[in-house]
């Protein structure tokens, strides 16, 4: 006892990993014998043998655990650290039980597959596969700088510019798609307006409304708006939308940044073609 209480900081770590691995090579597909040596070998008893069945079901599957360990436990969730009038009970927040939970998490490691694709990975017939080779999940990540992401205090929202990217040319129309989430747990009445360069104007209006619903209840608000441009700046065009909520003396402005495109969209004579 006294060696441990003189040891270094965090020495549970590399002990619990071991018996991690001990017990998960030495009992194979046997869950009995999988939680008796990891009980067996002492230390950290609960968090070691709750990892090494976390692990194996991972590997071997939920249905390979013997109902007799499930029964005594059940699959629901309990909780005592988490606030249940804010979670539990407004909008049905926490997992119902383990599966609801396994669902999450597997949705969300697809969607940050799917948002870092150079980096992920999928499983085709029970292997490891990059992600550029994956043919049911390519094409489907999130286009790199045609998406960008602004956090408010109250909402977070995303502009969309669309397969093109952030350019216009002019005398062209802009399709850009407004997403906005509530970041909070209240519904969002937002005043929406835009100003914009001389000579510009939005199809739907300079100014809005809409109703953005928390997340648990509703999917982010979406809006399509099309903007129609004048007279463009040789390089970067800017135009922003103003976010306001009654009753809350923020605002949340939303930049709007639009390369000119009209060079690279006109034709190129054959004279400068040549010049070049």
């Known amino acids: 006892a006294a060696g441990f209480a003189d040891g270094k900081l965090g020495y549970d770590v590399p002990s619990n990993i071991a018996i991690l691995v001990c017990a998960l090579l030495q009992a194979g597909e046997d869950f009995d014998a999988l939680m008796r040596i990891a009980v067996g070998c002492g230390e950290d008893t609960d968090c070691t043998c709750a990892t090494a069945g976390?692990?194996?079901?991972?590997i071997y599957g939920a249905a390979a655990i013997p109902q007799r360990w499930i029964d005594p436990i059940g699959r629901?969730?309990?909780?005592a650290c988490l606030n249940l009038g804010e979670l539990g009970f407004f909008g049905n927040q926490l997992p119902a039980d383990v599966d609801v939970l396994t669902d999450r998490?597997?949705?969300i490691a697809e969607q940050c597959v799917l948002r870092h694709a150079a980096y992920g990975v999928c499983m085709v017939d029970g292997d490891c596969v990059p992600l550029g080779d994956c043919a049911e999940l390519r094409g489907q990540a999130l286009p790199s700088g045609n998406i960008t992401e602004h956090h408010g205090d109250m909402a977070l929202v995303c502009v969309d510019y669309g397969e093109s990217g952030p350019v216009i040319a002019s005398g062209q129309a802009k399709l850009l798609?407004?997403?906005i989430e509530a970041c909070n747990k209240i519904q969002l009445n937002c005043n929406l307006?835009?100003?914009l360069p001389a000579g510009w104007r939005c199809a739907q209006g300079t100014s809005g409304y809409v109703q953005v619903f928390p997340a648990h209840f509703h999917r982010p608000a979406q809006l399509s708006m099309t903007l129609e441009a004048g007279d463009l700046e040789p390089g970067v065009n800017r135009a922003?939308?103003?976010l306001t909520i009654p009753?809350?003396?923020t605002v949340q402005l939303i930049p709007i940044t639009l390369l000119n495109d009209s060079m690279q969209s006109a034709p190129v004579s054959e004279a400068a073609?040549?010049?070049c």
């Open 54 to 58: 976390s692990v194996f079901g991972i």
């Open 76 to 79: 629901s969730i309990k909780t």
């Open 177 to 179: 798609t407004i997403s």
């Open 240 to 242: 922003v939308l103003e």
């Open 105 to 107: 998490v597997a949705t």
């Open 193 to 195: 307006r835009w100003y």
């Open 247 to 249: 009753g809350r003396p």
């Open 273 to 275: 073609a040549g010049c």
